[in-house]
């Protein structure tokens, strides 16, 4: 839906509003009028219920108005008496209709100045769950949100169970796209292993009144851009999944803030050209220059000069990265990602016949390669050259260059595009150029032989991205072996990490030494 369309969803929500509390506005001492103004008759509301006026700015945070509308309703109930449970299941099963029953059937009596505190045990409890579950989802959306790395593409920066915090403001927190959702999870309700929110999945129902619940895009300002070889979490373009458990195909439909999340490094920003060259990937001709904390890795083939070799021995030994290695008829083994360190070391080792690298050969065509098009023979070793869409900027279009902006200009910016003959149609109209609505940018993993990366699916578009991973707080090589080196360590930076969990657990013990002294001063003080 567009704003036009949200906006006169509101004004019909405020109508619903003003009809059905007018009459419980005068029972407060208020004015009629005054439940019929928009947003004003939001603060009159919050007076009338006996609640903070900043309660009001919930109701516009997609996500945590779906938890603080039933609430109001609740809360309407309860300040013209209406307290029982009974009172309280028909203010949330009605929808928040129970209202037009307290106005136009029955006789209520306003309750000025009531208790606002639970009358029961459990209900602290409910209320204390719901605002942490507020709070939690507001912190998460807009300002922090944790991450676990899943898999090994960005192997030697960040390892499989580093858990991450993930900064949304750094380049601007995207607020929700999704209407309808639960909070805190992304597209699968854990557990219940079901999806978690309200959104048609096949393509072709994609205009169905489900996918008419969807706001317009909308980021709030970052305080800098995406810099290049940095880390970035951002939405997998291509995503198939049903969701995370259940694999569906190209033509399912998600909307693009409940795609699966990936976390890899930007090596190709807005404008850039970019080629990759024998698995290295070349910036406007130059060759990337990576940060020395990140280490590429590449396949190997080993050949071993007697039997008596054993792979995960040497890959633990040498500090190698996915070591189960396939063995033929030679002897040989295939070790998936080796990098430069742990090559000059292992080479050496007496047992060690010989090491070759394992590449695609230059103009070889492999399927599954981004732009999947005949025309284009790359594969993961050799690819491009290619140009980075820059927001504002314009290119020629014709068949030869269509495959590699064919998704762009259809499924990131909305248009609908045809090809009769030689002509290429961009919403029914010839088009020779185009010009982009957005940046887009190059991800890829540094483990170049074991990365689901750009190669496959092509640009990110900025839409999609998430945030800027900051910080490592606790990492785990399996279930029972903590790495406390890499515990409260940065995600960004040069040089060797250094843990700052000595320093957060002497300020933790400070802090609490702190308030245990200041509750005594004053206990003693009321004494």
């Known amino acids: 839906m567009s704003w036009t369309q949200w906006l006169l969803v509101g004004l019909l929500i405020q109508v619903v509003h003003g009809v059905g509390t007018w009459r419980l506005y005068i029972k407060a001492g208020r004015q009629a009028w005054e439940a019929f103004l928009p947003v004003y008759n939001g603060f009159i509301f919050m007076k009338v219920i006996n609640r903070p006026w900043w309660w009001l700015i919930l109701l516009f945070l997609p996500i945590i108005n779906l938890i603080m509308i039933p609430v109001l309703w609740v809360e309407t109930a309860r300040s013209f008496g209406k307290n029982s449970v009974t009172d309280t299941a028909l203010a949330i099963l009605t929808l928040g209709f129970y209202s037009y029953y307290m106005s136009y059937v029955i006789d209520v009596q306003y309750v000025e100045n009531r208790d606002r505190n639970p009358k029961s045990s459990s209900g602290e409890w409910v209320s204390s769950i719901l605002f942490a579950i507020v709070a939690a989802t507001i912190v998460h959306t807009y300002f922090m949100q944790p991450y676990v790395i899943p898999t090994s593409s960005l192997e030697k920066s960040l390892l499989v169970g580093d858990f991450l915090f993930v900064s949304k403001y750094h380049y601007g927190a995207r607020a929700p796209k999704t209407a309808v959702a639960a909070p805190m999870v992304h597209d699968t309700i854990p557990i ?112 071993p000069k007697t039997r008596q070799f054993n792979p995960k021995i040497m890959a633990e030994r040498y500090d190698i990265t996915d070591p189960f290695g396939i063995i033929n008829a030679q002897n040989t083994y295939r070790f998936v990602a080796i990098s430069d360190e742990a090559l000059s070391k292992f080479k050496n080792h007496p047992n060690v016949a010989s090491i070759t690298p394992i590449k695609e050969p230059q103009g070889q065509r492999t399927d599954g390669i981004f732009p999947d098009h005949p025309d284009y023979s790359w594969n993961n070793d050799w690819f491009g050259p290619i140009y980075i869409p820059e927001e504002g900027k314009t290119v020629d279009l014709n068949l030869e260059v269509l495959p590699l902006y064919k998704r762009i200009i259809t499924e990131y910016e909305g248009n609908e595009l045809r090809v009769e003959g030689n002509q290429i149609l961009i919403n029914g109209e010839s088009a020779k150029t185009y010009t982009f609505k957005q940046d887009y940018y190059w991800m890829m993993g540094d483990n170049r032989h074991n990365s689901l990366d750009a190669r496959v699916w092509g640009y990110v578009p900025f839409d999609h991205v998430v945030g800027k991973p900051v910080f490592i707080w606790m990492s785990w090589n399996g279930i029972k072996n903590p790495r406390l080196e890499r515990f409260f360590t940065t995600v960004h930076g040069s040089g060797e990490r250094v843990s700052y969990l000595i320093h957060f657990l002497v300020f933790l013990s400070l802090a609490w030494g702190f308030n245990k002294f200041r509750k005594r001063r004053k206990a003693a003080k009321s004494l």
């Open 192 to 303: 219940l292993k079901i999806k978690s929110y309200i959104a048609e999945d096949r393509r072709e129902k994609a205009n169905s009144w489900k996918n008419k619940l969807q706001f317009p895009y909308f980021r709030l300002p970052g305080f800098q851009k995406i810099k290049r070889n940095e880390i970035v979490v951002f939405n997998q373009p291509a995503d198939t999944m049903y969701h995370m458990y259940k694999p569906a195909d190209r033509y399912y439909y998600k909307p693009f803030d409940k795609k699966t999340n990936l976390v890899k490094r930007c090596v190709g920003l807005p404008g850039d050209s970019l080629e990759v060259r024998n698995g290295y990937v070349y910036i406007n001709g130059e060759k990337n220059e990576l940060p020395d904390r990140a280490q590429l890795q590449f396949s190997y083939q080993v050949q």
